[in-house]
């Protein structure tokens, strides 16, 4: 059995946070309709401040780290659904990842220069215009035995919102509906999304006609556009009320919240063994001139150091 995070010694001094109501599925009884809340609440403040990111850049992120919460509560198996972005815009790369059991994790490569240039122009930049033109790839990996499923489309839209509701119905044919949101508060940095599925006909008691069909997942969408970014965003706003605010109107439901956590699963022993994997002569190159090799964790933005007499390569160990 693998050791569970909190319990990994090994691990670097990273916070251990968990936040129980971290995502609240529900679906609307009769209607063609399945949903997730999510609040990251406090985690988003722990998870972004790690980096030392622009605050542009940082709501982007968050906004990242919500859409992959609210993915991977989807998943039926043990595994993980990952978000990467790569354009051409001052924000080069973009990976978020949320496992089954909700231990979220990103990291953004930046463009320094590009960035300046376009912060000076503007302090609020669109996610487009962060990003530019090029790629988003969402991939599901559930382990060994199962295929892994890939999509990629390109970058289209404004808002990380719609570049992934136009993946959805690019890739997946599948209508989502999405809003996420992520800003600086009185409490910190607090980042949320919501996110509607029209699913076919599974959700309800019964089968309606695909008029009555469209006609729920429009009012559904409608509903659903009334929240607000400060209602989303506001700690003292349970999801459940947040729902039956939207929608006590169309027979809600609401199931069994999922908890999110720091997703990091980075170790010394992790990388010790990677570390083992290379040549005596590689491992001899990455050494610095103190006689430390330095491995750095993108995630959670931490250098690890191993002295390079303590390595032994695997290849001369046989
Ligand atoms: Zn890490």
Redesign the pocket.
Known sequence: METPAFLDRDR?D?PDLVVPGGVTPFYLKGRPVRGRMVHLGVLADVLLTRHDHPAAVTRLAGKALALVAALASALKFKGSFSLQIKGDGPVSMLVADCTDTGAL?FYARTEEDALNTLLAETSTPTDRELLGNGYLALTIDQGPDMERHQGIVEIAGDDLATMASHYFATSEQHACWLFLSCKMTDAGWRAGGLILERIAGEGGTHVVGDADADANWETATILASTLSARELLDDSLSAPELLHRLFHQEDLHVSQPRALAYG???SRARLVDVLQGFSNDDLDHMAQDDGQIVMN????N?DFRFPRKDILSRAEQD
């Open positions: 670097p990273v994790r990091c699963r980075c964790c993108e995630f959670c931490i």
